[in-house]
């Protein structure tokens, strides 16, 4: 092989190799930004339908990933009538996970796997540590490009899971400057997008250094037709988070 055609060679293979280093660390300092485990916060989420109706809640959750094995724990405060219900939801990192359900009208738990369509009954809509708090190692990357969002540059990045692939593809859009995820785009395992959110009004948090927090989040449901609008209306770290706080203690009556 002649001189000249080694190089050509080695830079055709070099092109998408330097692409995967660039998405990976573009995704890395996005995400490193972000506090997504081991948290507590309270949210305000308006649901709207596509007729205009709407309804709002609120709601405490912690956040915790303790030996490998995530938990979120959901409890409603708002409206009144459903105060009180709590969801608790374990995924463990080589298990189906579980999905616990507590309702005090009647005092019971329910129990199910926590598997993809049970998990949609039971999301907001409202996490961004879908991606971002998994091991990176299970998530391949691509650059695709640049893109402009409501006038600021973004990194396009196409984001999956090698271990779910059937969840489909995840682009999302990085500001340039900042490396801030201003948006982020789900699809199906066939290219139809599924949803959309996108992040503004970003704070620091406190007592952490280099941590930022989006306190406000859109996410549109492209399958049903509807929209959540989320508050986020205080964010505390909570590294001191143990298994019990995520324990649900059913009323006896």
Known sequence: MSKLKLVVWIFAIAIPVMGQDNAAEIFGKAADQLLTENLELSLEIKEITSNGKSKEKQYDVLISKLDG??????VVQQPAKLKGITIVITDYPEDTGLIEIFTPANGKIRKMQATAKNMELVNSGVSISNYTSKDRSQLSFALKGTEEFEGKSCFK????DVLDLENGKTEYLVEKNTYRILKITAFDQDGTEKSITTYSDFRAINQLKG??????????DLKKDKHNEIKVLKIKARPDLKE?????????N
Request: net charge neutral; hydrophobic share 40%; glycine share 0%.
């Open 211 to 220: 941590k930022i927090q989006p306190m406000f989040m859109v996410n549109k």
């Open 69 to 74: 094995v995530e938990r979120t724990k959901t």
């Open 157 to 160: 990045l196409e984001v999956n």
């Open 244 to 252: 019990e706080n995520f324990s649900i203690e059913p009323v006896i």
